[in-house]
C-alpha cells in the first residue's frame, strides 16, 4: 500500500476532510462551451470569509487544498489567499487557465510554494482550443503562461478535456506537455450544469472515441491490464465506500456552500451558517452519504464491475438517485471491458440524460 | 561536540493527522509521515532551540528510550529530512526567511 493510500485509510478511519476544493469565484475570462458554471461574481466570498474558512480547514485536519474557480485569478485578492493557505500549511494546487500568469505571476505562485498548478489545455490548434474557450487568442496566452510557470520552476499539469470538438487532438496536447516539461492528465468527464441544464452532455466524447481512449497505450499503460475483465468481488470491496466524497473529500462554493464534492451537488450546509466542523459532524446530508457501502447500492451490488467502476455518486444523483448507477460510468465499464453492467442489464442505466455517450475517467499519465 | 539547530522549511506542506505528522515536499512532492517521535522533533524544529535540548526536554520525558540512543535516532533523523529540503539544519542558530515561523504552526 502506498503512503497516499495509507493516508487516506488513516483519514477515513479519523474522519479527517484530507482534501477540499474551494471555488473562489464562479467570474471567468473565458466561456468555455463545455463548462457546468453560470460566472456570476455576485455575493462571492470575501477576503475575510476565506480567511475564516482557511483556518476552519486547517483546524480540521485538511491538508490538500485546491483552489479553483472560475478563474481564480480574477480575484485581486488571489495572491493574498493562497499565501495565507501556504502559511497555514496547506498543499496548495492551483486550477487556472493561465490567461492572467505573466512572469511575476508566475514567480509569486513558486515564490508561496503552490505545489502544483492544473491548466485546463484542449488542442494544440489554436483553431480549436479558442473555439472551446470562446477567448480568441486564448490558447497562445495559456501557454506562455505555462512557460513561465514551467521557467519559474513550478509543477504544472496540462489537463485535457476530451470530447467530440476536440477528440483527435489529444496526441497534440500530450506533445506540448512533453514540450514544456508538463504532466499530462486526460478527462472526458463532461457534467451537466449546476443548475440541472444537461444539454452540454451532447458534447460528451462519442463511444467510438472513448473505446480508442482506453486501447491506446500511450494514454492507459498496459492495454490488456487496463481492460481486463473485472475480478470477482470480494467482503472488502463490498464493505467498503463507493467514493471518497463526503468523507476525505469536501467541496465549498464561492457562496459558502459546501458539498460533498465539486460533482456531487447535494448541499450540506453553509459555511456562513454554520463552522466547517458543525457541518461535518451535523449534516443530515453528509451522514447519509457516509453510511452508504457498496454492498447498499441497490444495482450496482450485485455488478461484476462493483470493484473497479468509477460509479460517480454525484452523477447517479443527477440521474435521479444518489444510490443508483451513473449511466455514464456504467458505460464507459462496459466500453473498458466489454462486460455489461448491471446497470446495463436492469435497463436503469441508458436512458437519457446520458444516451450511448461516453463517460466518466480520468486517466493520470 | 558542535551543536545542531533544526528549523522547519517554508516550503512544505504539513498537518497533524492523528498522533502523526504528514509533510509533503513542494520541492518534488515526496510525501512523509513521521510517526510520533519524529512528529514531536518537527513540532519543536523552531531554529532557536538545539536539538540535544529538543531531545532531552521533548522526547525523553515522554518516550521510555535512552538519551544518548534518542540523540543520535534524532540526529539520523533530521539528516534525512533535510536532505530533502523539509528541515533545515546549522550549527548556530536559524533565522533565514525560509525557516518556518514558529506562531504559524
Given at each position: 500500500m502506498s503512503l497516499m493510500e495509507q493516508l487516506n485509510r488513516k483519514a477515513l478511519g479519523l474522519g479527517v476532510p484530507l482534501s477540499v476544493h474551494l471555488d473562489v469565484t464562479y467570474r471567468c475570462n473565458e466561456r468555455c462551451e463545455h463548462c457546468y458554471l453560470e460566472h456570476d461574481g455576485k455575493n462571492e466570498l470575501t477576503t475575510a470569509e476565506i480567511r475564516s474558512f482557511l483556518l476552519q480547514f486547517a483546524g480540521a485536519g485538511v491538508f490538500f487544498l485546491t483552489i479553483s474557480g472560475g478563474e481564480p485569478l480574477l480575484r485581486r485578492d488571489c495572491f493574498a489567499i493562497i499565501e495565507l493557505a501556504r502559511e497555514l500549511k496547506f498543499n496548495v494546487k492551483l486550477k487556472t487557465n493561465a490567461v492572467l500568469v505573466?512572469?511575476?505571476?508566475?514567480?509569486?505562485?513558486?515564490?508561496?510554494?503552490?505545489?502544483?498548478?492544473?491548466?485546463?489545455?484542449?488542442?494544440?490548434?489554436?483553431e480549436i482550443h479558442?473555439?472551446?474557450?470562446?477567448?480568441?487568442?486564448?490558447?497562445?496566452?495559456?501557454?506562455?503562461?505555462?512557460?513561465?510557470?514551467?521557467?519559474?520552476?513550478?509543477?504544472?499539469?496540462?489537463?485535457?478535456?476530451?470530447?467530440?470538438?476536440?477528440?483527435?487532438?489529444?496526441a497534440g496536447v500530450q506533445a506540448l506537455a512533453a514540450e514544456t516539461g508538463a504532466h499530462y492528465t486526460l478527462d472526458p468527464t463532461i457534467t451537466p450544469m449546476l443548475n440541472g441544464d444537461s444539454s452540454i452532455l451532447g458534447m460528451r466524447l462519442?463511444?467510438?472515441?472513448?473505446?480508442?481512449?482506453?486501447?491506446?497505450?500511450?494514454?492507459?499503460?498496459?492495454?490488456?491490464?487496463?481492460?481486463?475483465?473485472?475480478?470477482?468481488?470480494d467482503d472488502e470491496i463490498r464493505e467498503g465506500i463507493p467514493c471518497s466524497a463526503g468523507h476525505t473529500s469536501c467541496y465549498v462554493?464561492?457562496?459558502?456552500?459546501?458539498?460533498?464534492?465539486?460533482?456531487?451537488?447535494?448541499?450540506?450546509?453553509?459555511?456562513?451558517?454554520?463552522?466547517?466542523?458543525?457541518?461535518?459532524?451535523?449534516?443530515?446530508?453528509?451522514?447519509?452519504v457516509r453510511a452508504i457501502r457498496a454492498k447498499h447500492l441497490p444495482t450496482c451490488s450485485s455488478c461484476s464491475h462493483l470493484g473497479t467502476c468509477t460509479r460517480c455518486?454525484?452523477?447517479?444523483?443527477?440521474?435521479?438517485?444518489?444510490?443508483?448507477?451513473?449511466?455514464?460510468?456504467?458505460?464507459?465499464?462496459?466500453?473498458?471491458?466489454?462486460?455489461?453492467?448491471a446497470g446495463m442489464l436492469a435497463g436503469r442505466a441508458v436512458s437519457p440524460p446520458v444516451p450511448s455517450h461516453s463517460a466518466l475517467v480520468q486517466i493520470q499519465l | 561536540?558542535?551543536?545542531?539547530?533544526?528549523?522547519?522549511?517554508?516550503?512544505?506542506?504539513?498537518?497533524?493527522?492523528?498522533?502523526?505528522?504528514?509533510?509533503?515536499?513542494?520541492?518534488?512532492?515526496?510525501?512523509?509521515?513521521?510517526?510520533?517521535?519524529?512528529?514531536?522533533?518537527?513540532?519543536?524544529?523552531?531554529?532557536?532551540?538545539?536539538?540535544?535540548?529538543?531531545?532531552?526536554?521533548?522526547?525523553?520525558?515522554?518516550?521510555?528510550?535512552?538519551?544518548?540512543?534518542?540523540?543520535?535516532?534524532?540526529?539520523?533523523?533530521?539528516?534525512?529530512?533535510?536532505?530533502?529540503?523539509?528541515?533545515?539544519?546549522?550549527?548556530?542558530?536559524?533565522?533565514?526567511?525560509?525557516?518556518?515561523?514558529?506562531?504559524k504552526s
Open positions: 505573466g512572469e511575476k505571476e508566475a514567480r509569486r505562485l513558486r515564490e508561496a510554494g503552490v505545489e502544483q498548478v492544473q491548466v485546463s489545455v484542449y488542442s494544440h490548434k489554436p479558442d473555439a472551446i474557450t470562446k477567448l480568441p487568442g486564448s490558447l497562445s496566452l495559456t501557454m506562455e503562461g505555462i512557460r513561465l510557470m514551467r521557467a519559474a520552476g513550478l509543477k504544472v499539469t496540462l489537463a485535457n478535456v476530451l470530447m467530440r470538438s476536440n477528440a483527435a487532438d489529444y462519442p463511444a467510438q472515441g472513448l473505446r480508442t481512449v482506453f486501447r491506446d497505450d500511450r494514454l492507459v499503460g498496459n492495454v490488456d491490464d487496463f481492460c481486463a475483465p473485472p475480478a470477482p468481488i462554493s464561492p457562496w459558502a456552500d459546501v458539498y460533498p464534492c465539486v460533482q456531487f451537488p447535494l448541499p450540506c450546509g453553509n459555511l456562513r451558517q454554520q463552522f466547517f466542523s458543525e457541518i461535518r459532524a451535523g449534516s443530515a446530508q453528509l451522514r447519509e455518486p454525484g452523477l447517479a444523483l443527477m440521474e435521479g438517485k444518489m444510490r443508483g448507477p451513473s449511466s455514464a460510468d456504467c458505460e464507459k465499464s462496459f466500453l473498458r471491458t466489454g462486460v455489461a453492467t | 561536540m558542535k551543536e545542531c539547530y533544526v528549523a522547519r522549511s517554508r516550503t512544505v506542506a504539513a498537518r497533524q493527522l492523528g498522533e502523526e505528522m504528514v509533510i509533503m515536499s513542494a520541492v518534488d512532492s515526496t510525501l512523509f509521515n513521521l510517526n510520533p517521535v519524529a512528529a514531536l522533533i518537527w513540532q519543536a524544529a523552531d531554529g532557536q532551540t538545539p536539538l540535544a535540548k529538543i531531545v532531552e526536554e521533548r522526547i525523553c520525558p515522554v518516550f521510555d528510550v535512552e538519551p544518548g540512543e534518542a540523540l543520535r535516532d534524532a540526529e539520523q533523523f533530521v539528516s534525512d529530512l533535510a536532505a530533502h529540503g523539509i528541515l533545515l539544519l546549522a550549527e548556530s542558530p536559524i533565522v533565514e526567511s525560509s525557516a518556518v515561523a514558529d506562531k
